[in-house]
């Protein structure tokens, strides 16, 4: 037999047998890292993503048995902002300063995925809350004697002004991998079989709301974007 007939074969194969373990709520808790960035920021000199972590507790639930169709939701925390510096120049001096836009949130997602293989897409809403924001800046003035000493501080008008709320969409795919289907020993929890999971997620959130809660301040005019590499290490009971 051919060999890319032999390889289709045994993967077909492969994921009919996790088809059985797929139709089944799975629970998690997921650690992951945010590259995060607010859409809009156009006037700065240099625009940075700030990196920082998210967790994420989800379940998992299919719509039925044997089914390739679930829904996923869950709550999560997420670090997110932006850094920026701004440069002015004048005739006589130079200052620059540098910005640091953070804002973390309660995130609650609902999904609709698709698990038709180990590989799965998923797409749906989220609405989050706003548990802590922060605006620092750092300013330098250099002019054509002498470089002033750094002025640092806090933006509480930004702080004052942020949006409690969020509302976006979220899309994402990910890897799903069963180390034991029963063929070996398995560990046992509660008198039944488990088998662990590994899973890979990867999303993007598209912020629809302006993180100004005012309307009227331009340096807050603009929506979040995320994107996210999550890990979780679970596992399921088998059949």
């Known amino acids: 037999m051919n060999l890319k007939y032999e390889t289709l074969i045994f993967f077909l194969i492969f994921n009919l047998s996790t088809l059985g373990l797929l139709s089944q709520p799975i629970m998690g808790v997921q650690a992951g890292v945010n590259i995060s960035s607010l859409g809009g920021h156009k006037e700065y000199a240099e625009n940075q993503p ?20 679930s829904i996923e939701t869950g709550l999560g925390f997420s670090q997110q902002g932006m850094n920026h510096t701004r440069i002015i120049e004048e005739l006589a001096s130079q200052t620059t300063t540098k910005i640091s836009n953070k804002l973390d949130y309660l995130i609650l997602p609902i999904y609709l995925k698709e698990n038709l293989t180990n590989f799965y897409t998923k797409i749906g809403p989220y609405a989050a809350y706003l548990v802590n924001v922060q605006s620092t800046y750092k300013s330098t003035v250099i002019n054509t004697n002498q470089t002033l000493p750094e ?31 029963g063929r070996r020993r398995p560990r046992r929890k509660h008198g039944k079989r488990v088998v662990p999971v590994l899973q890979v997620d990867l999303r993007y959130n598209l912020g629809l709301k302006t993180i100004d809660s005012k309307g009227d301040t331009p340096d807050m005019n603009y929506k979040n974007r995320t994107f996210t590499i999550g890990l979780t290490i679970t596992s399921v009971q088998n059949k």
Do not use: C, M, Q, W
Not at 152 to 157: A, C, D, I, K
Not at 159 to 165: D, G, H, M, S
């Open 50 to 69: 700030r990196l920082a972590l998210s967790a994420y507790v989800f379940t998992d639930i299919p719509l039925g048995n044997n089914t390739i169709v």
């Open 151 to 181: 002025v640092s501080g806090t933006n509480e008008e930004f702080v004052k002004n942020a949006n409690l709320y969020d509302l976006g969409l979220s899309f994402g795919f990910g890897y799903i991998h069963f180390f034991d289907t």
